[in-house]
T-cell receptor
């Protein structure tokens, strides 16, 4: 069975600084996707970034980037120039290829990020 | 972007009553929807996968007769918590997987429903 592990329950960063959130996963599949979701206090889940396993290039979305180490099964999220609005719970998630199991997401435990002004 | 709504956003009910939560994809079709449960400061736990026109697939440990799921159309799935008890109090979140390939078959999440059972 696939598992996703986030070993940092809480992280803190100074505004305008950079922070990295860690995520490891376990799978025997070759076709899968990895995601980072943000859940602010409103509890609305927001997709931050997506990485296809077959792509070697790390995904980037503005201030958010990932370090995808496929062999190590590691998928960390880097937030640059942190802003107060980045404060939220962040979840790492795994999804098998779309033709397997309907594409259900498996979430990590979450990392609560606080941003200090 | 694709929008998913949930209704109601919060509900308080007495123990023993049933509560229905609706999940709608507003601007896209979704053959597949998912229902999650989330306790405070915890992760999302998948309860079941809802497929339009067929029976839902429940995760291990989730009582089918307790959590009834109906996916009657390509834009609506409902979760009914039957004979609710205080331990069913939680935050319930749905997501809808877009059928359109341009969305990478991505899941879009509803805003959640907070259920409190007295």
């Amino acid at each position: 069975a696939q598992t996703v592990t986030q070993s940092q329950p809480e992280m803190s960063v100074q505004e305008a600084e950079t922070v990295t959130l860690s995520c490891t996963y376990d799978t025997s599949e070759s076709d899968y996707y990895l995601f980072w979701y943000k859940q602010p206090p409103s509890r609305q889940m927001i997709l931050v970034i997506r990485q296809e396993a077959y792509k070697q290039q790390n995904a980037t979305e503005n201030r958010f980037s990932v370090n995808f180490q496929k062999a190590a099964k590691s998928f960390s999220l880097k937030i640059s120039d942190s802003q107060l609005g980045d404060a939220a719970m962040y979840f790492c998630a795994y999804r098998r290829g779309i033709y397997n199991q309907g594409g259900k997401l498996i979430f990590g435990q979450g990392t609560e990020l606080s941003v200090k002004p | 972007g694709a929008v998913v709504s949930q209704h109601p956003s919060r509900v308080i009910c007495k123990s023993g009553t049933s509560v229905k939560i609706e999940c709608r994809s507003l601007d896209f079709q979704a053959t597949t929807m998912f229902w999650y449960r989330q306790f405070p400061k915890q992760s999302l736990m998948l309860m079941a996968t809802s497929n339009e026109g067929s029976k839902a697939t429940y995760e291990q440990g989730v009582e089918k007769d307790k959590f009834l799921i109906n996916h009657a159309s390509l834009t609506l799935s409902t979760l009914t918590v039957t004979s609710a008890h205080p331990e069913d109090s939680s935050f319930y979140i749905c997501s809808a997987r877009a059928d359109t390939s341009g969305f990478y078959n991505e899941q879009f999440f509803g805003p959640g429903t907070r259920l409190t059972v007295l």
